[in-house]
């Protein structure tokens, strides 16, 4: 009889995570991690991100045993300084008033456990906003609300209006997750998404 995988675990709340996550077509749950996301004294943006996704990749393994659990994090920056999330309306105007024309840094910091050995990495997106007068501002905020959005832009959506270039080595690091990186580590801990899609096809093929 096959060895079954381990169970992977995401170790977030965020609905964003699991959309992404769900694209490699591994089962999984998520499990929101109980982690103090307060910034250490003279902590820079990527040392917060990259941390912070080890913590909450640790404390959900600390409870499940046997288990691959995945840790992520993102900060975002402008000439250094963490930029947080608007949480209504008149704070995300201000925050896109501040980045037209700038470039926002994207630290999104990934972790991957089995409670022993652990696997990081950061992947850095650079986000250029167009020059952006207030009817734009003011329309992009009531289509979408990205209020929980560091930056109050979704990238992944309607945001992407709003840029005038997006770089990156992992395209979907700016949303949250980055699956290049993810996919590569996954894969050091005996979890392949093509090894296991193939198998559910062949599985497919035998039962029909």
Request: glycine residues 6%; negative net charge; charged residues 25%.
């Amino acid at each position: 009889m096959p060895k079954l995988p381990p169970r992977l675990i995401l170790a977030s709340s965020s609905p964003y995570r699991r959309e992404l996550l769900s694209r490699l077509r591994l089962p999984f749950e998520a499990i929101s991690p109980d982690v103090d996301e307060t910034p250490r004294p003279g902590e820079s943006p990527a040392e917060l991100a990259l941390r912070l996704s080890v913590d909450k990749a640790m404390a959900v393994a600390a409870n499940h045993a046997g288990s691959i659990v995945i840790g992520s994090d993102q900060v975002a920056t402008i000439d250094g300084s963490p930029i947080g999330k608007p949480g209504d309306f008149d704070r995300a105007r201000a925050q896109l008033r501040a980045l037209a024309g700038h470039t926002v840094e994207f630290h999104s910091a990934l972790a991957v456990t089995d409670g022993q050995r652990v696997e990081k990495t950061g992947v850095i997106t650079l986000c250029r906003f167009r020059p952006l007068p207030d009817a734009m501002i003011d329309a992009y905020l009531r289509a979408e609300e990205p209020y929980d959005t560091a930056g109050s832009a979704k990238a992944e959506s309607l945001g992407i209006a709003l840029m005038e270039s997006i770089r990156s080595d992992d395209p979907t690091a700016i949303i949250g997750l980055p699956l290049i990186a993810l996919t590569r580590m996954l894969m050091t801990f005996g979890l392949d998404p093509l090894t296991h899609a193939a198998s559910l096809h062949a599985t497919k093929d035998t039962s029909q």
